[in-house]
Structure formats: structure tokens, C-alpha cells
């Protein structure tokens, strides 16, 4: 933990003048600093150390702040050329025809009304389902769902394998960040790959119920593979806990043989992606 400590403190050491430039843009596209504490929940006086360079935020502030500006960790320290450049086509993008604005509207129905229902979904998740890059691959993920603004946002972590999924494990991970909510009686998740636009995901479950620890799906998505193959399989979200021990949880990400005896026998029977003979079309069990 020293060294990541260590390691982040050389980063703002070196982009010191960079990072400033860029938190202060990220705070003139609100009507004021002392807004942006507020939202954030830090010292008005301690942020205006940030901004002036007298003080370097903590790793933890770090990314408290690099979460509510919707940046991934590292974007604080490119150049600010890059920054402001990014951020002009990210605002662009924002300037949708009216049309467009209007459909957003199911959105805003899916993971804003009544998200404060979806308070017992919080906590982490192994994701389990079949790789679409190898039909006998179970594939692992780490997602974890948390608040933020009243909105319960998802965040899911892989471990990069390459294109076959089946390369030895190493520390790169790959980040999905997205929304989690509902319409009626079903939940609705949709994440996508800030690095790469071209990757989205999307998941609609059962509600777990009140004893129930495991959520059963479908989740639909595009591989990273160079063949972009669209693939649905089933997907079950087996709950760990509110708190728990990250780093050993990412060490348990990958993608195993279907005979593999870490994956639980339950969870492989409820992700198989079979058909009946009776069925015309692929659904959730």
C-alpha cells in the first residue's frame, strides 16, 4: 500500500502543473467552488489548497474527485492540452438533437426514480458467465454497485488476458463503469469502457428477493476481441458482501475451465447457455 501511495505521489510531483490546470477547469464548468465542495463533501479551505498547489490531495481524495468529475484516475495527470481537447469532444457530444434529449428520458426513469429502492443491491459481486471468446471459459469479474448522488452506479473490474482470454494472468485490469436501475419488476444494468467507446454491456436480472443472494440474467455485449463478436449468454451475480477484501477478490479474476472447482456448482448450472427443444429463443432461467 506504501508503494501505490508512493507512486501516486511521484505522479502529481511530476504533472503538478498539469493536474492544477486541469482541476481548476473541471471546476469552471460549475457556478462555483464552494459548489463543487459541497457536492464533494471536502473542506472548502482544504480544496483551495488543492487548486493552488500548496497541498497535493490524498490518493482517497484523489479519487473522490476524479469520480465526480466522471475521469478515470489517471486523466487528471495528462497534459492540459489533452484535457481541455477531450473534454471539448465529450461536450460536444453532449449537443444531441431534441429528439434524442427526449428518449434520455427512460433513462433517467430506469436509474433515478425510486433508486433509493435498490439500497439492498449495494456491495460486491463476482460476475460469472461464459466467455464469448471461448465457449468452454467461465469468466470472473468483480463488480461493485454504490451510490453516488442518489444514483446506484455500477463499476466492474476484468482481468485483461488477451484476445483468446486464456494468456497467463497478469495485473492489467479493465474498467466498465455504468448505472444500475430498474423497470418494475426486473433490473436493468448498462456499463461501458470509458478507454474504448466502442464497448458496451448490458445486463437485465431477477430481483434476488429478500434471501436470495445470487441475481440471475442475461447479459448481452461486444467482445474486445479483434473479431468484435456480439455475443448474450446468462449471467449470474453471486453477492460477497458490503466490505470486503479488494485485492484478494482481483486476484481471483480470470477465466477458468468449466471444470474448474473454485467456480461453485450452482453457478455453473445456472449460467450453461443450453436450449430446450421447445424453446425458440434465448431466456433467462
Given at each position: 500500500?506504501?508503494?501505490?501511495?508512493?507512486?501516486?505521489?511521484?505522479?502529481?510531483?511530476?504533472?503538478?502543473?498539469?493536474?492544477?490546470?486541469?482541476?481548476?477547469?473541471?471546476?469552471?464548468?460549475?457556478?462555483?467552488v464552494?459548489?463543487?465542495c459541497?457536492?464533494?463533501k471536502?473542506?472548502?479551505q482544504?480544496?483551495?489548497?488543492?487548486?493552488?498547489?500548496v497541498?497535493i490531495?490524498?490518493?482517497?481524495?484523489?479519487?473522490?474527485?476524479?469520480?465526480f468529475?466522471?475521469?478515470?484516475?489517471?486523466e487528471?495527470?495528462?497534459?492540459h492540452a489533452?484535457?481541455a481537447?477531450?473534454?471539448?469532444?465529450r461536450?460536444?457530444?453532449?449537443?444531441s438533437p431534441?429528439?434524442?434529449?427526449?428518449?434520455?428520458?427512460?433513462?433517467?426513469t430506469?436509474?433515478?426514480?425510486?433508486?433509493?429502492n435498490?439500497?439492498?443491491?449495494?456491495?460486491?459481486?463476482?460476475k460469472y458467465?461464459?466467455?464469448y471468446l471461448?465457449?468452454?471459459?467461465?469468466?470472473?469479474?468483480?463488480?461493485?454497485?454504490?451510490?453516488?448522488?442518489n444514483?446506484?452506479?455500477s463499476?466492474?473490474k476484468?482481468?485483461?488476458?488477451?484476445?483468446?482470454?486464456t494468456?497467463?494472468?497478469?495485473?492489467r485490469f479493465?474498467?466498465y463503469?455504468?448505472?444500475?436501475?430498474?423497470?418494475?419488476d426486473?433490473?436493468?444494468?448498462?456499463?461501458?469502457?470509458?478507454?474504448?467507446?466502442?464497448?458496451?454491456?448490458a445486463?437485465?436480472?431477477?430481483?434476488k428477493?429478500r434471501?436470495l443472494?445470487r441475481?440471475?440474467?442475461?447479459t448481452?455485449?461486444?467482445?474486445h476481441?479483434t473479431?468484435?463478436?456480439?455475443?448474450?449468454a446468462r449471467?449470474?451475480m453471486?453477492?460477497l458482501?458490503?466490505?470486503?477484501?479488494?485485492?484478494a477478490?482481483?486476484?481471483?479474476?480470470?477465466t477458468?475451465?468449466?471444470?474448474?472447482?473454485s467456480v461453485?456448482?450452482?453457478?455453473k448450472?445456472?449460467i450453461?447457455?443450453?436450449?430446450?427443444?421447445d424453446?425458440?429463443m434465448?431466456?433467462?432461467r
Amino acid at each position: 500500500m506504501a508503494d501505490i501511495a508512493s507512486r501516486f505521489r511521484i505522479a502529481v510531483a511530476e504533472h503538478k502543473a498539469d493536474y492544477l490546470m486541469n482541476l481548476q477547469f473541471c471546476c469552471n464548468h460549475y457556478r462555483s467552488v464552494s459548489e463543487v465542495c459541497r457536492r464533494l463533501k471536502i473542506n472548502r479551505q482544504q480544496f483551495n489548497r488543492y487548486l493552488t498547489g500548496v497541498t497535493i490531495p490524498s490518493r482517497h481524495n484523489h479519487k473522490l474527485i476524479s469520480d465526480f468529475f466522471g475521469l478515470e484516475v489517471d486523466e487528471l495527470f495528462s497534459s492540459h492540452a489533452a484535457f481541455a481537447a477531450t473534454f471539448k469532444r465529450r461536450t460536444a457530444s453532449q449537443d444531441s438533437p431534441a429528439v434524442l434529449r427526449h428518449h434520455a428520458g427512460l433513462l433517467r426513469t430506469i436509474s433515478g426514480s425510486g433508486a433509493e429502492n435498490l439500497a439492498e443491491y449495494r456491495g460486491f459481486y463476482f460476475k460469472y458467465f461464459y466467455s464469448y471468446l471461448g465457449e468452454t471459459r467461465i469468466k470472473r469479474e468483480l463488480a461493485h454497485w454504490r451510490y453516488d448522488q442518489n444514483v446506484l452506479v455500477s463499476s466492474v473490474k476484468q482481468r485483461y488476458l488477451g484476445e483468446d482470454e486464456t494468456g497467463e494472468a497478469g495485473f492489467r485490469f479493465i474498467t466498465y463503469r455504468g448505472v444500475v436501475g430498474h423497470l418494475n419488476d426486473r433490473l436493468m444494468v448498462i456499463d461501458h469502457h470509458r478507454g474504448a467507446a466502442s464497448e458496451v454491456a448490458a445486463m437485465i436480472l431477477f430481483p434476488k428477493g429478500r434471501l436470495l443472494k445470487r441475481l440471475h440474467g442475461l447479459t448481452l455485449g461486444v467482445s474486445h476481441g479483434t473479431a468484435r463478436s456480439i455475443g448474450a449468454a446468462r449471467v449470474v451475480m453471486d453477492f460477497l458482501g458490503t466490505e470486503i477484501d479488494i485485492r484478494a477478490a482481483l486476484s481471483r479474476l480470470g477465466t477458468f475451465d468449466r471444470d474448474d472447482p473454485s467456480v461453485p456448482e450452482g453457478i455453473k448450472r445456472a449460467i450453461k447457455n443450453d436450449m430446450r427443444a421447445d424453446e425458440t429463443m434465448f431466456v433467462a432461467r
